[in-house]
């Protein structure tokens, strides 16, 4: 005989002294199949040579380069765009930026964001009895309608948008170095255009903001304790959860607080890819304590590094785009040349996904949303094309293939924004559009422009 019905409501203080949110914590008495967890993981600007278990020249990710000999590694993995906004609405749609609207990274001023009749995987989850939360970085609009608790998200701590597009009393290091907030109402003393200095870098819990300007040094262990703390709490309930993390790391600015700590001096970026790989470990150890068998971690990047950031900037190992490097351009974030949107990718699952595992099947971050709606049981949104397609059997070692043709978007180098210019056939790749005014780095670190006209 099936057990009472149950209801539990949950109000948490974080250790911020905000409330967590009310939560519909609710299970019911009679057996059914557990549905599994998603926990998944996005590093901002990270290089696929930044990952050790990818490039043997990078020593600095311990417990990432643990994960992949835990689980599966995926070496021919795509960013979906080659910029922020259009990467993580495709991640969150499965829809390519043509179809979802969102073609172009948004602005400190845009008034709108994601289309509201885009149904995202937070909503589609929510509504198979899931609980949601995203820690970490947003952009896919702040105003209104288009903030994360109304898009599907139960719970939301971070920013609103990438972390150079507001000042701090903290900043860090950054190319052009950009000064703290004005203060006492002063004007900005800064007349570099790419520094954001009109309006501080706002932190939210749900719809507060809770810090302004956002500490940078702190921001780190923020996420970290808000991250394990909604994995203890969504387990302890009974009801089946995702957490989605927009990582800081590794878009500038970089933390200034970091090298000081680090043996050795190591240079800025290689401290903060450490900082960043303790806390996707932090994470991992927590799924590990609390739900570790029926948990998908899914680790992986929104685009390529940003190559004009120069010594600030992460690797891309082999895929150094030498046609396009001797013209002057660069190979890396906002192009279509595999440094913009090829990016490190792990898949974690114990039990599931086997283990010590190099899968070469072509993939992307549009996979991640078909590939989760399935796994959890849940149906895709009627009246739509989907370009991601469900990676289960490649997860679990039953397949070896993935797509057979892969669009990359123009993602700011190079044409209209969002068209489909470059495309991935099997094993060839063809460009139909290379022009290009670009800034790269010298080898003094200096930052000349080149335009490209091939």
């Known amino acids: 005989m099936a057990c009472p019905f149950l209801k539990v409501l ?29 926990v998944i993981i996005l590093a901002d600007d990270m290089g696929w040579g930044d990952l050790g278990a990818n490039w043997a020249e990078t020593k600095d990710t311990a417990n990432l380069d643990k994960m992949a000999a835990e689980g599966m590694r995926f070496v021919d993995f795509h960013a979906a765009a080659s910029t922020c906004s259009p990467s993580r609405a495709a991640l969150l749609t499965g829809r390519l930026g043509l179809r979802n609207g969102v073609p172009h990274n948004f602005a400190v001023t845009s008034v709108g964001g994601l289309p509201l009749n885009e149904t995202t995987l937070a909503e589609v989850l929510q509504r198979a009895g899931y609980v949601t939360g995203l820690i970490g970085k947003w952009h896919l609009g702040h105003h209104g309608s288009y903030h994360p608790n109304f898009r599907g998200f139960d719970y939301y701590f971070g920013i609103p948008y990438s972390h150079d597009m507001g000042c701090t009393d903290t900043p860090g290091y950054n190319h ?12 900005s003393r800064n007349p570099e255009k790419d520094c ?3 309006v501080a870098l706002p932190l939210y819990e749900n719809l507060s903001i809770v810090e302004q300007p956002v500490n940078l040094s702190g921001l780190t262990q923020k996420y970290a304790e808000k991250a394990t703390q909604f994995i203890q709490r969504a387990s302890a309930s009974g009801r089946p959860f995702l957490l989605y993390v927009g990582l800081a790391h590794m878009h500038v600015p970089l933390s200034r607080t970091l090298p000081s700590a680090e043996p050795g001096g190591r240079r800025p970026y290689s401290a903060a890819l450490r900082e960043m790989d303790s806390l996707v470990g932090q994470i991992k150890d927590k799924v590990d304590l609390t739900a570790k068998n029926n948990t998908f971690l899914w680790f992986t990047g929104d685009n390529g590094p940003w190559a004009q950031k120069c010594e600030l900037a992460g690797s891309v190992g082999p895929f150094t785009g ?4 001797r013209q002057g351009g660069s190979p890396a974030k906002q192009t279509t040349w595999e440094g913009g949107h090829r990016v490190p990718a792990l898949a974690y699952w114990p039990s599931r996904v086997p283990v010590n595992v190099t899968s070469t099947a072509l993939l992307s971050v549009l996979d991640i949303f ?12 009627q009246g739509r094309h989907f370009d991601g397609l469900d990676a289960s059997e490649v997860l679990f070692g039953r397949a070896q293939a993935g797509h057979r043709v892969l669009f990359h978007p123009n993602s700011g180098a190079a044409g209209e924004d969002g068209a489909l210019q470059t495309v991935r056939v099997e094993r060839y790749k063809a460009f139909f559009i290379t022009e290009a005014l670009t800034t790269f780095c010298t080898e ?3 930052k000349k422009k080149s335009h490209l006209n091939r």
């Open 10 to 38: 949950l109000v948490g203080v974080s250790f911020l002294g905000c409330l967590y949110p009310l939560v519909d914590f609710s299970f019911s008495g009679e057996t059914r199949e557990q549905k599994p967890n998603f």
């Open 176 to 187: 052009p170095p950009c000064p703290a907030c004005p203060r006492g109402g002063r004007p």
């Open 196 to 198: 954001h200095s009109d």
């Open 322 to 325: 030498s046609w396009q490097t």
């Open 370 to 381: 078909p590939t989760v709606v399935a796994l959890a049981g849940a149906s895709l949104p």
């Open 444 to 446: 003094k670190g200096a």
